[in-house]
């Protein structure tokens, strides 16, 4: 299985050649809605706020290995996420979001990849596409409830600040335990 995230709104604005290049040969496209609006524009869509038509944009591209029918799934932050299969390009698929109240939300850096992690690791685990897109629902949950990439910053940080006093005071750390 090949699988592409979109990553961000400059990558198909800038690099739309190079993403045609790949696109053939990726069974799973991820992104997300702004990174959605910026393929359509690029690619010349009429509608760059029809996330099943871009979907559908995409799943439809050529394809080199016929075995395996490209999916494609958007991801709409707290709103639904939709799914278009080149098997079934018509009929796209929508996945409701369960909402988190706003006070849980403490940090949005990562949902994407969380989601992207959760769904191709229960995918290849042999969880249908369904199955995956709640796993991938269930990280980018977990992900935004917690400061991500500051937090991992922080305790990096604390933990090397930490480590440097026993050579100061010459005793251990408490916090270094």
């Given at each position: 299985m090949f699988a592409i995230n979109l990553s961000a709104p400059f990558i198909p604005q800038f690099f739309k050649v190079q993403l045609e290049q790949l696109f053939p040969y990726c069974d799973v496209v991820i992104g997300n809605e702004s990174e959605a609006a910026a393929w359509a524009s690029a690619a010349g869509l009429p509608d760059k706020d029809n996330i099943p038509a871009i979907a559908r944009s995409i799943a439809t591209l050529p394809k080199l290995n016929p075995s395996r029918q490209r999916t494609v799934i958007i991801t709409q932050g707290p709103?639904?996420?939709?799914?278009?299969?080149?098997?079934?390009?018509?009929k796209?698929?929508?996945f409701a979001v369960d909402r988190l109240e706003d006070q849980q939300i403490v940090d949005t850096n990562g949902a994407g990849d969380a989601f992207a992690g959760g769904f191709l690791g229960a995918l290849v685990s042999g969880k249908s596409v369904d199955e995956a897109v709640l796993a991938g629902h269930k990280m980018g949950a977990m992900c935004v409830q917690l400061v991500s990439t500051l937090q991992t910053l922080y305790l990096q940080r604390l933990t090397a600040s930490c480590r440097s006093v026993p050579s100061i005071l010459g005793q251990k750390s408490p916090c270094c335990r």
């Open positions: 709103e639904s996420t939709v799914v278009v299969s080149a098997a079934d390009p018509d796209p698929k929508i």
